[in-house]
DNA sequence: CCACGTTTTCGACCCTTAGGCGAAAACTGG
DNA sequence: CCAGTTTTCGCCTAAGGGTCGAAAACGTGG
């Protein structure tokens, strides 16, 4: 989601929300009244740190340091915005302004391998989905085709998908009604890869 | 790494180095500017950001935006560091300042994750190192042991481990000769974890 | 110099997890 | 009832990690 600036510099060129962090909040908190304040994006289903951009010219004029958020919506809300606000394919982005096509380059590569190995995948689905959405949400957001069929397993091994019990009705040339599942947890869960540092145990990684 | 601060708020107590931004540098050379004034190290093998700390009140009396930074110095080097700086165990550190204890957590989530799937036991190790050194320098910074046939096989199936031909002499109690190994790449290299959202072709995430 | 304890190394086997394929199931439209 | 579509499920294979135990290579003490 990009909205187009007003002022100098870098006029009207797209660039991610954001501003200046207050005297009586941390970032986070900065970056979620940004977003209350200028677009109208309350259901944010998950907010993380992404890095620190901070080089000296990285604004013309003034000094100015950004700490980048990556911010994940659901698929099924589409937040009202103002006139010069638009959500944009992350494949053809328009030019940005300052370095922000950077920032946007590295949210995209931390969204992609989270999904890989957390359940972040929630915060991009809705409530209920069937698992050919989620396979297109899951291929959008990496920007590669995924196999059905091993999404729906490795998912529910990992015990992070659950069946609702009901079906969706099929498409307009039929086909098999497709069944409904859920996110089994909301908020992050990570499945830790790889077990050479695996506990003998089986413990979790610092505790 | 801790230092005692000299100067109030929280004289006396211990802290991580840092220090403020100058107006020419980014926070990664800011704060390898820091450690190079304060202590002698200049021999840090990597260094990546953590995160940023900004809580209102997290410095009493003036508002402190801190990015948090990861810096890792190899085990075999022993940096000579001013009277009031040491080394202290991380299961066994002393009351430190402000929200570093949280800051220290953190890191060592980070360092014990990034063992897991990412080449970063280089930053770690000396040039030349036998695998029952390794293993402890895995075990120490993961905090439980791990087993050394595991960490060699693991190691050099994901071809990141070579040997050098050498061996180590045996110890005071004697055994066989230890061989010697080296890591194949300097600089970091992630081992992308888990398949679901491999390309199908192989290919890596986000090229 | 030979038996013994020590440390490292290597191979064998098992389990878990991912990838791929194809058949079966369930539905629509004619 | 039949053809076409979409989803679901089971089976097989491959890859990677976990564990165990034997063999290799060394020092030491009798």
Redesign the pocket.
Known sequence: MLWQRAREPHAHRWSLPGGGLGAEEDVEASIRRQLAEKVDVRQLSHVEQLAVFSAPGRVPGMRVVATAFLGLVPSDIDPVVPSDTAWHPVDALPATAFDHQAIIHKARGRLASKLSYTNLGFALAPPQF????LRELYSAALGYPV????L???LS??GLLEPTGD?A???????????LFRFASRGMRV?DP?????P??GRSVVP
């Open positions: 069937t698992i050919s959405a196999s059905a069929t091993n729906q397993r490795v091994r990992r079906t009705p099929p498409g307009p040339a039929g086909g098999r009604p497709a069944a499945t790889f077990a050479v540092l695996r003998p145990t």
